[in-house]
């Protein structure tokens, strides 16, 4: 079954005009639980009240308000809203294109991908063999559910994705974190044999290699549980700090042979 799309617009760079359908490419598959009442079993509800007339509001009732000083909020309808994104609401304007190896992954936040709307396919696939052939990654901006979101657009497979990005004043610097500092360089002899771990621990990355093991235990004890049965969970210990940094990589080595 095809997969509605979230959003319809338009890709544009240098006069080029691209319409694509824009689709979720990822999905959240965590275990969701529900607040329920400990005594009976009932499921918690949680209502929307007007402090002011200590009763229910109607979910029609509810807009959007902008706190501009204590107590005081500029009520904003949708379609004002949607006024201010102006042409960036149906526009993702590429303004450069850039290496996307360059772009360090902490950037990233949600992938999508971008189908070709029925006009405009041959700009679709002049611009996914472009970003294809030169490894290059297109960065414009994106108006969605009222916020705009820093994007890059490059190829994937035979088409095109769309990553959201985060804005560099989001990213939490490095030298702001409480980090102990190391209490000396590990020696060539040291960085030799981590090196050489590291090499016998290669492989291609295969990304069905990977499930969710904590899901698959917790689901299984929520079936033992449904059903009444005990069912006893994993013991773990944590892992101390080897005493001899150098015994533990000879040690991890040797049993790789």
Not at 82 to 98: C, Y
Not at 118 to 145: I, M, N, P, Q, S
């Amino acid at each position: 079954m095809a997969l509605r799309s979230i959003w319809n617009g338009t890709i544009a760079f240098a006069g080029v005009f691209v319409p694509v359908k824009v689709h979720s490419a990822t999905e959240n598959r965590t275990v969701h639980f529900h607040e329920v009442h400990q005594d009976d079993g009932a499921r918690i509800e949680h209502k929307r009240i007007c402090p002011k007339e200590d009763k229910e509001v109607p979910f029609k009732e509810i807009v959007k308000g902008y706190e501009v000083s204590e107590g005081k909020y500029v009520i904003l309808e949708d379609d004002e809203l949607k006024a201010a994104a102006g042409a960036a609401s149906r526009l993702i304007e590429l303004d450069e294109f850039v290496c996307a190896a360059d772009v360090d992954p902490v950037m990233f936040d949600k992938t999508y991908y971008l189908g070709s709307q029925d006009t405009g396919k041959d700009a679709y696939r002049l611009l996914h063999d472009a970003l294809e052939k030169t490894g290059r990654a297109g960065l414009g901006r994106w108006v969605f559910h009222n916020r705009e979101y820093l994007v890059g657009v490059r190829a994937i497979g035979g088409v095109l994705g769309m990553h959201t990005m985060r804005f560099h004043d989001e990213l939490v610097p490095a030298e702001d974190l409480e980090i102990p500092t190391p209490s000396r360089k590990p020696s060539e002899r040291e960085l030799d044999m981590a090196a050489k771990l590291l090499e016998s621990l290669q492989a291609k990355f295969d990304p069905k290699a990977f499930e969710d093991t904590y899901r698959e235990r917790l689901l299984k004890y929520i079936e033992a549980k449904a059903k009444g049965k005990t069912a006893e969970l994993p013991k773990f210990t944590d892992a101390d700090d080897p005493d001899d940094l150098m015994a533990a990589l000879e040690a991890s080595l040797a049993g790789k042979d």
